[in-house]
């Protein structure tokens, strides 16, 4: 999914998933608000989630692939933030830093 549709954007794959892309509705983008950042893009999810799932024979194989995947994601994400937080404390512990409290 990350090499062919997500991060490495394949059009070719896109081209073909559209084409069998069967949903009771097709809604493109949602928002909140007036604002850009409140747009949630609904069919390029809904898509990339019919990517992960198109070889799948049945609802339980569905949802066990959608299950692993975001397992696979949440993980890459805690170790993101742990790393993340790690090199923040290094580098705050290497110069003249010190920490306050606003009351």
Known sequence: MRD???FHYDEDV???LIKIL????YVFATNI???RRGTYYNLADEAVLNYL????????E???AIRAAFDS???ALSSYVE????LIADVLSEGSWTITQDS
Do not use: M, N, P, W
Request: aromatic share 4%.
């Open 83 to 86: 790393c993340a937080d790690t």
């Open 53 to 60: 799932v198109k070889d799948c024979k049945s609802k339980e």
């Open 62 to 64: 569905e949802d066990r």
């Open 73 to 75: 994601i949440g993980k």
């Open 33 to 35: 608000g007036s604002k």
């Open 4 to 6: 062919k549709f997500v």
């Open 22 to 25: 069967d949903l009771q509705s």
């Open 14 to 16: 896109a081209k073909k």
